[in-house]
């Protein structure tokens, strides 16, 4: 392949999706730092050639030149999209539109519609797989609360790029939205809201900011303060994303009946989940988890099918639950 047509393909990559752009200066100076010696004219020259070919525009109003591809375009180029590929997108586009704001989605849209027609090609068995693929959360399935797009196109460019960011936010307990610098340090996704983990400027400790409850958000060019031990996953483990009851975690030992209970087989408490088959009907489990309402309102939930062990003061505490509970149902049947 000639060195020109090399240096179309790599600038073409470059140019980002409407309504993001890049001037013919900026591409001059990525081209540079790839080794690329060409002048900004010959970029422009270039760019016009490939718009015949490529739905490619241009913002001509401004100086130097805005350079975009079409908000809805797909690019075929080689490689194309193969079958495993395709089928990705499809997943992913079911797993995705629960999660995201339809903006965000719009980004992927193209990418989406490419993998269903090459789904559809051939008339390809995999071309029915959107028809017969659903994707169902577990709980009542309430409605999510709306994110505003700008708030997570923000948050996710300044994880990405390890930069702060400026949101405007409303706590539960604040009086008024409150203008916050943030320094991001992950996003969980736990149905049916979208947290970002991080610190906030001026506060202590690492805070959970629910991202439907920003209404603004702007990047600071600005380095993260980030601790060098912080570790995601271990800070989900903790318990930390859990209506916290105490900072000590909890070591539990639980007698479970089976069936009703064989999931925890396949999928543990906790890392250090340890089982024991004590007959047909019955297995034990030890495991350290977080002191959560969480983990409250499971053993609640799982009191028919369920003996807690260890530790004594949980069992009771369970037990004064159901108690309490049975009472208010009683007396809502004699009422």
Same mark, same amino acid.
């Given at each position: 392949?000639?060195?020109t047509?090399?240096? =179309?393909?790599?600038? /073409? $990559? ?7 752009f890049i ?12 080794g690329? #010696? ?5 970029? *422009? ?9 490529? +739905?490619?525009?241009v913002n001509?109003?401004?100086r130097?030149f ?8 797909t690019?075929? /180029? ?7 590929a395709a ?7 079911a797993?995705?539109?629960?999660v995201l704001?339809?903006?965000?989605? #719009?980004?992927l849209k193209?990418h ?5 027609r090459?789904l559809?090609?051939?008339r390809?068995?995999?071309?029915? &797989?959107?028809?017969?693929?659903r994707?169902?959360?577990r709980?009542?399935?309430g409605? $999510?609360?709306? /994110?505003d ?19 405007? =936010?409303?706590?539960?307990? &604040?009086?008024?939205?409150?203008e916050?610098?943030?320094?991001p ?6 149905? +049916?809201n979208?947290?970002?983990?991080g610190?906030i400027?001026g506060?202590?400790?690492?805070? *959970?900011?629910?991202l439907?409850?920003a209404t603004?958000?702007?990047?600071? *060019?600005?380095? !993260?303060e ?6 995601l996953?271990?800070?989900?483990? #903790?318990?930390?994303?859990g /209506?916290?009851?105490?900072n000590?975690?909890i070591y539990?030992k ?20 340890l089982?024991?088959?004590i007959d047909?009907t019955?297995?034990?489990i030890?495991?350290? !988890? ?6 409250? &309102?499971?053993?609640?939930?799982q ?7 260890? +530790?004594v003061?949980l069992?009771? *505490?369970i ?11 009683? $007396?809502?049947?004699v009422?």
């Amino acid at each position: 392949m000639s060195n020109t047509a090399v240096r =179309y393909l790599t600038m /073409i $990559r470059m140019v980002p999706r409407f309504p993001k752009f890049i001037t013919t200066t900026e591409l001059a100076i990525r081209l540079e730092e790839l080794g690329f #010696s060409v002048t900004k004219r010959s970029i *422009q020259r270039d760019l016009e050639k490939l718009s015949v070919d490529f +739905p490619l525009s241009v913002n001509e109003d401004t100086r130097p030149f805005q350079w975009f591809f079409d908000r809805d375009a797909t690019l075929n /180029i080689i490689p194309a999209l193969d079958l495993p590929a395709a089928l990705t997108f499809e997943l992913a586009k079911a797993y995705l539109s629960p999660v995201l704001p339809s903006r965000a989605l #719009s980004h992927l849209k193209p990418h989406f519609d490419e993998a269903h027609r090459t789904l559809l090609r051939e008339r390809n068995p995999l071309g029915q &797989w959107p028809d017969r693929v659903r994707v169902i959360n577990r709980g009542l399935g309430g409605l $999510r609360p709306a /994110i505003d797009a700008d708030v997570l196109e923000t948050v996710t460019e300044a994880l990405l790029r390890e930069f702060r960011c400026k949101l405007t =936010y409303q706590a539960r307990n &604040w009086a008024e939205p409150e203008e916050i610098a943030v320094h991001p340090f992950g996003l969980i996704f736990r149905d +049916p809201n979208v947290y970002l983990i991080g610190t906030i400027d001026g506060r202590e400790g690492i805070r *959970q900011l629910v991202l439907h409850r920003a209404t603004g958000g702007e990047l600071i *060019q600005e380095p !993260v303060e980030r601790p060098e031990d912080f570790d995601l996953d271990l800070y989900i483990h #903790s318990g930390a994303m859990g /209506i916290l009851k105490s900072n000590e975690p909890i070591y539990m030992k639980l007698r479970c009946d089976k069936p009703v209970l064989n999931h925890l087989f396949e999928s543990p408490l906790g890392f250090d989940q340890l089982t024991q088959d004590i007959d047909d009907t019955t297995f034990d489990i030890s495991v350290t !988890v977080g002191d959560t309402q969480d983990l409250r &309102w499971w053993l609640t939930a799982q009191a028919e099918h369920c003996d807690i062990l260890e +530790p004594v003061w949980l069992r009771e *505490q369970i037990e004064a639950t159901l108690k309490k509970g049975l009472a208010r149902t009683q $007396r809502a049947g004699v009422q």
